[in-house]
């Protein structure tokens, strides 16, 4: 199931989304509203509307994102990082935050922040928590999970580089769009993930190429902390990361669940 959040004469609801999501058939989608919400047990109305009659929002209002960083071999040789040890083993994980301010929907502006030149994309997949969980083992980490949506980790390269921190660099405001809706059945293993700027590819990976699968990340978090129902993992970018223009238009697209398309916009 594709589950939408999206506001429509003022209320904010989920729902299904029915009907063929291959880029192009936008239009003919409709959405049936969900009676409560999809991290406990839920019934679809019947009331249908109009995909084109609704503004998507973000499929989830997270209480944390929990960020992955250099989960992609080559993703990491591209800006000098090594990512394995002396003995090739991966080193553990580089895991930061993004405020849950930094969080916007499909369609919404991605504000080119005041304090950086060189705003960089970094299409990601993102897995939706469904439940409170900690300590989750490995067996258990499919029960979990709701499901998965896109995501743009939109970084200030350079205040990344300046910064030992990465708060503001990845943190700012309309950092992380979301969307365009969660795919509850899909096997997340080897899905292909691209970005586009103006139509233009720059990234193309596959999610197998992970060094760390979905399994371990959750494992290692929830080690270390509680997750919430709405909680979102972002698992990292395959190669080709680059810069984001005002004006541009950036779209993420992954195997099975659809296309995130933002714009970036100058700061008013
Ligand atoms: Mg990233």
């Keep these: 199931m594709r589950i939408a959040r999206f506001s429509i004469d003022g209320n904010v609801a989920f729902g299904a989304v029915e009907g063929d999501a291959a880029p192009g058939n936008e239009a003919s989608l409709v959405l049936d509203i969900i009676k409560g919400i999809p991290f406990a047990d839920f019934e679809l109305s019947g009331t249908k509307v109009p995909l084109s009659k609704v503004r998507l929002l973000p499929p989830v209002l997270p209480n944390k994102v929990v960020a992955i960083g250099r989960n992609y071999a080559e993703h990491a040789a591209e800006l000098g990082n090594a990512i394995f040890d002396e003995q090739g083993r991966p080193d553990a994980p580089i895991t930061f935050f993004k405020p849950s301010t930094s969080v916007v929907g499909p369609g919404d ?3 080119y922040p005041s304090f950086s030149q060189d705003l960089h994309h970094e299409a990601e997949l993102a897995v939706v928590i469904g439940r409170m969980c900690r300590e989750v083992p ?5 029960d979990v999970i709701l499901g998965y949506t896109c995501a743009n980790d939109v970084t200030a390269r350079d205040v990344q580089q ?5 708060a503001r660099a990845k943190g700012f405001d309309s950092s992380c769009p979301l969307g365009p809706w969660i795919e509850t059945d899909l096997d997340p293993g080897d899905l292909t993930i691209q970005c586009t700027v103006n139509g233009q590819q720059r990234q193309l990976g596959r999610t197998s190429d992970m060094v760390r699968s979905i399994e371990d990340l959750v494992v290692h978090i929830t080690e270390a902390m509680t997750l919430l129902p709405g909680d ?3 698992t990292g970018t ?3 990361v680059g810069p984001l223009n005002v004006g541009d238009e950036v779209a993420v697209t992954i195997e099975g669940i659809g296309t995130l398309t933002n714009k970036v ?3 008013g």
Excluded: F, M
């Design 265 to 267: 916009i100058k700061r």
């Design 232 to 234: 979102v993992i972002l």
């Design 162 to 166: 300046r910064e030992k921190q990465w």
């Design 138 to 142: 490995r067996e258990r980490v499919k």
């Design 238 to 240: 395959p190669a080709g």
């Design 109 to 111: 502006p991605i504000t």
